[in-house]
């Protein structure tokens, strides 16, 4: 059966290592650093004949305001009474603390299931924070190494039992099945027999710069408060990603770190963040670029959609905290004529307008998400696109340089996500730039692709002259004219 398992504990104890260990991917970010984890990520884990889902947690500390560690802590608290089974993780080398001993007592109130690691158990040192965690009343503590993996197949044999008494209680409670985007299925360009009638979920990637309101626009979605947000810029750290069925549609949504200029960003925790960002926008399908609409279209913004064009990727923006935009009709004609003067990579993609703090423009937003992806992956038949090329050209020739006219003759679709398009050209080196961009414009015109990166690549032509390039030699018969000898004396 499925179950859940939490990993619960003080900052910088080892949960994110332990995650990653359980994934078998290095999914959360890990660093010296105590704090990192702020968001609830999720991960498919495997351990031995075990299958669950595991959840990496923020540090717990002793705050309950609404500052952001209590936010934070709120948040690992509600995970610990979704879970199944919790594992609390202190450090055996600093030993039992106070703060241990008041996460406990909150962890049997909490949760029925409860197992005690003592991580970082490796060597003497230790040895004597092993033998405290038997104070803290959870039973027997497991002596585990998340960094070299040691402890795994006891915490295998502690769970079975937890396994076998869930199972008893929830009989008709089958796995529920998810489909990954694994790295090694990364490579979209090559999914060419996708339909939208397979199961994988729509892969949408939620960037911008910080403060945006990238995780309200999610938890909006979500109908519930699953990320951590704030007035703070920059709470996000990990790229969260999480599946749900929005409007009928299967997606799984990445909230990702907000992305700053390059020259700002200096600690290597941001870099790591912004990092992962990078990464969830090469695994997306779709991506929503989400702006500010006080300040819409600074050069981040730019910088962001760009990339997403780049990589090839299906680009929605949406311009956020449109509840609080005094004169909408005004500003909405000029971020129009903003968008197409400065994103000309993009045009005809969808400009949507949306409030993640009152929901307002969602509908909007998952309709303009999905009609994107389609033309993302919008095949066009030969014959049809031939037919086009020769109107085409008809309309305006390629120029003829040293007076011998380029000729365009064939042209077929190479493959989708996004559309890639391969025409037979003579002198490809002489043919402008400038011909490119007037084939694409058409392409995405004529055959209604508003938004999508159009990639149209030309390949050499063979000349009609099958004897061009071959070495001439002169017949033997005109030898004896120019005083060369004949090979046979």
């Given at each position: 059966?499925?179950?859940?398992?939490a990993?619960?504990?003080?900052?910088?104890?080892?949960?994110s290592?332990?995650?990653?260990r359980?994934?078998?991917?290095?999914?959360?970010?890990?660093?010296?650093?105590?704090?990192?984890?702020?968001?609830?990520?999720?991960?498919?884990?495997?351990?031995?004949?075990?299958?669950?889902?595991?959840?990496?947690?923020?540090g717990?500390?002793?705050?309950?305001?609404d500052?952001?560690?209590?936010r934070?802590?709120?948040?690992?608290?509600?995970?610990?009474?979704m879970?199944?089974?919790?594992?609390?993780?202190?450090?055996?080398?600093?030993?039992?603390?106070?703060?241990?001993?008041?996460?406990?007592?909150?962890?049997?109130?909490?949760?029925?299931?409860?197992?005690?690691?003592?991580?970082k158990?490796?060597?003497?040192?230790?040895e004597?924070?092993l033998?405290?965690?038997?104070?803290?009343?959870l039973?027997?503590?497991?002596?585990?190494?998340?960094?070299?993996?040691?402890?795994?197949?006891?915490?295998?044999?502690?769970?079975?039992?937890?396994?076998?008494?869930?199972?008893?209680?929830?009989p008709?409670?089958?796995?529920?099945?998810?489909?990954?985007?694994d790295?090694?299925?990364?490579d979209?360009e090559?999914?060419?027999?996708?339909?939208?009638?397979?199961?994988?979920?729509?892969?949408?990637?939620?960037?911008?710069?910080?403060?945006?309101?990238?995780?309200?626009?999610?938890n909006?979605?979500?109908?519930?408060?699953?990320?951590?947000?704030?007035?703070?810029a920059?709470?996000?750290?990990?790229?969260?990603?999480?599946?749900?069925n929005?409007?009928?549609?299967?997606?799984?949504?990445?909230?990702?770190?907000?992305?700053?200029?390059r020259?700002?960003?200096?600690?290597k925790?941001?870099?790591l963040?912004?990092?992962?960002?990078?990464?969830?926008?090469?695994?997306?399908?779709?991506?929503?670029?989400?702006?500010?609409?006080?300040?819409?279209?600074?050069?981040?913004?730019l910088?962001?959609a760009?990339?997403?064009?780049?990589?090839?990727?299906?680009?929605?923006?949406?311009?956020?905290?449109?509840?609080?935009e005094?004169?909408?009709?005004?500003?909405?004609?000029?971020?129009?004529?903003?968008?197409?003067?400065?994103?000309?990579?993009?045009?005809?993609?969808?400009?949507?307008?949306?409030?993640?703090?009152?929901?307002?423009?969602?509908?909007?937003?998952?309709?303009a998400?999905?009609?994107?992806?389609?033309?993302?992956?919008?095949?066009?038949?030969?014959a049809?696109l031939?037919?086009?090329?020769a109107?085409m050209?008809?309309a305006?020739?390629?120029?003829?340089?040293?007076?011998?006219?380029?000729?365009?003759?064939?042209?077929?679709?190479?493959?989708?996500?996004?559309?890639?398009?391969?025409?037979?050209?003579?002198?490809?080196?002489?043919?402008?730039?400038?011909?490119?961009?007037y084939?694409?414009?058409?392409?995405?015109?004529?055959?209604?692709?508003p938004?999508?990166?159009?990639?149209?690549?030309?390949?050499?032509?063979?000349?009609?002259?099958?004897?061009?390039?071959?070495?001439?030699?002169?017949?033997?018969?005109?030898?004896?004219?120019?005083?060369?000898?004949?090979?046979?004396?």
């Amino acid at each position: 059966m499925s179950f859940t398992l939490a990993i619960v504990g003080r900052p910088n104890v080892g949960k994110s290592t332990l995650f990653n260990r359980l994934v078998g991917k290095r999914l959360a970010l890990v660093d010296d650093q105590p704090g990192v984890t702020r968001d609830l990520r999720e991960g498919e884990a495997r351990l031995g004949d075990l299958r669950f889902t595991v959840i990496d947690t923020a540090g717990l500390e002793e705050v309950t305001d609404d500052s952001l560690q209590g936010r934070m802590r709120r948040l690992t608290e509600r995970a610990v009474e979704m879970a199944d089974v919790c594992l609390f993780l202190i450090d055996a080398r600093t030993g039992v603390t106070p703060t241990d001993e008041l996460f406990a007592d909150l962890l049997r109130k909490k949760n029925a299931h409860v197992l005690l690691g003592a991580n970082k158990s490796e060597g003497r040192a230790a040895e004597a924070g092993l033998l405290e965690a038997y104070s803290l009343g959870l039973g027997d503590p497991l002596a585990i190494s998340a960094e070299h993996g040691e402890g795994m197949a006891e915490l295998a044999t502690a769970l079975m039992p937890i396994v076998d008494e869930l199972s008893l209680n929830r009989p008709d409670d089958g796995p529920e099945t998810e489909v990954m985007l694994d790295e090694d299925d990364g490579d979209m360009e090559a999914a060419e027999d996708w339909a939208p009638s397979t199961k994988k979920p729509l892969q949408i990637a939620v960037v911008g710069r910080p403060n945006a309101g990238k995780s309200t626009l999610i938890n909006q979605i979500l109908g519930e408060d699953r990320l951590l947000t704030g007035p703070e810029a920059g709470i996000t750290r990990d790229s969260i990603s999480l599946a749900l069925n929005w409007g009928g549609t299967p997606v799984k949504l990445f909230d990702t770190a907000g992305m700053r200029k390059r020259a700002k960003v200096q600690e290597k925790l941001e870099k790591l963040s912004v990092s992962d960002g990078l990464r969830a926008v090469k695994f997306a399908e779709v991506v929503v670029v989400l702006l500010d609409a006080a300040i819409p279209f600074e050069q981040q913004d730019l910088r962001i959609a760009d990339l997403a064009e780049r990589e090839g990727r299906a680009v929605v923006v949406a311009v956020n905290k449109w509840d609080i935009e005094p004169e909408k009709q005004a500003k909405l004609m000029g971020l129009k004529e903003a968008f197409d003067r400065l994103l000309p990579q993009l045009r005809g993609a969808p400009l949507i307008t949306v409030s993640a703090k009152t929901g307002r423009g969602l509908e909007r937003l998952r309709e303009a998400i999905v009609r994107t992806h389609e033309v993302w992956n919008r095949r066009i038949t030969t014959a049809k696109l031939n037919q086009w090329l020769a109107g085409m050209v008809e309309a305006h020739p390629p120029p003829a340089p040293g007076g011998r006219r380029i000729k365009l003759r064939y042209m077929t679709q190479a493959k989708t996500r996004p559309p890639g398009f391969v025409a037979m050209c003579s002198h490809v080196d002489k043919l402008p730039t400038a011909y490119k961009r007037y084939l694409v414009n058409g392409l995405r015109e004529d055959f209604d692709m508003p938004g999508v990166p159009i990639r149209l690549h030309m390949r050499s032509q063979a000349e009609d002259n099958p004897y061009k390039n071959k070495k001439k030699s002169t017949p033997s018969r005109l030898r004896k004219h120019t005083g060369k000898p004949s090979h046979n004396g």
